[in-house]
């Protein structure tokens, strides 16, 4: 969120789509730029189609902590399923799993960055993602990703921004294809 602005007064966007949950002070001041640059924007999204594919928002309630309201995305893509965990702690997780009914994930963006509040083993045992993307910076403050979250995802083949670089997935003739660049 906090290049927000910066990515809107640069590069051509069309929509945005915020959490769910009340507008912060940095919110607010990216809706006054997309007010001005007259850029759609939505909360609380259900489900949203992309030509012929759906990304489903797994929005389960309001939380007081705002890493819990931030997006969780599911997209089944050409028989790929992708989950997208954004900044979601283990009582999300929890939730998610009482709620909707998804496992065996192809990919999983990990959520918060590998942090020791997310990937909780009972959540990672039931959605069995054969795939794990960690976006961490290197030396990072906080130590991420954690080591307990690494053990979690030890049935996984885990992917790491700080060792792997940029991490990309391709799907070309129903195939998955895997390119890192460091």
């Known amino acids: 969120m906090g290049e927000a602005i ?3 007064s640069e590069f051509r966007v069309d929509n ?17 730029l997309l007010d001005q640059k007259k850029i759609k924007y939505y909360s609380s999204l259900k489900e949203l189609n992309i030509d012929n594919n759906k990304l489903y928002f797994l929005n389960t309630k309001e939380y007081d902590d ?10 089944k893509y050409n028989n790929y399923k992708f989950l997208f965990m954004g900044d979601a ?11 909707y009914n998804i496992f065996n994930i192809d990919v ?3 959520g918060h960055h590998g942090s020791k509040t997310s990937s909780s083993r009972e959540f990672i045992d039931k959605i069995n993602p054969k795939y794990s993307i960690i976006s961490v910076g290197k030396n990072n403050r906080y130590n991420h990703p954690n080591k307990e979250v690494l053990d979690n995802l030890e049935d ?14 391709k799907i070309k003739n129903n195939r998955l294809k895997i390119e890192t660049s460091t």
């Open 6 to 8: 910066n990515l809107v």
């Open 16 to 32: 945005v789509i915020f959490n769910l949950g009340s507008y912060n002070e940095l919110e607010k001041e990216l809706i006054e």
């Open 66 to 75: 705002e890493n819990d309201n931030s997006n969780v995305i599911y997209i």
């Open 89 to 99: 702690t283990a009582e999300k997780e929890k939730d998610i799993m009482d709620k």
């Open 108 to 110: 999983l963006k990990v």
């Open 156 to 169: 996984s083949i885990v992917y790491r921004t700080d060792e792997d670089g940029s991490v990309m997935f």
